[in-house]
């Protein structure tokens, strides 16, 4: 999937999680763009190093810990991104699953 086409789908899952959860905050469209452009540097760079570094606390729950990671990626773009808010762990975490769902949906019916 192209880089542009992978920034677009980020920007509309994420406006998509501030409409549908509670606790998601955007207050523009230059800030979800932003927060989609962060969003895939903080999956690029950060995400790998703490994968290696919680795997064996991955490992111990079965993969579900990969859940939590999401979630703290989503929230670390939203403390980097002025305009972009989300209050509390639920909330995060629900925004990430949306976000990844969003993401592997659109992925599969392009490929």
Known sequence: MGLLVRLI????????????????????????????????????????????????????????FIFVLNAFCLWLTARLVPGFEIHGFLAALLGALLVSAVSWIVSALIH
């Open 9 to 64: 789908v980020n920007a509309a899952a994420i406006a998509l999680a501030a409409k549908l959860i509670d606790g998601i905050q955007v207050r523009s469209i230059g800030a979800v763009v932003i927060a989609a452009i962060v969003f895939g540097l903080v999956n690029a760079v950060v995400r790998p190093i703490l994968v290696v570094l919680t795997f064996p606390i991955t490992l111990l729950t079965l993969g579900l």
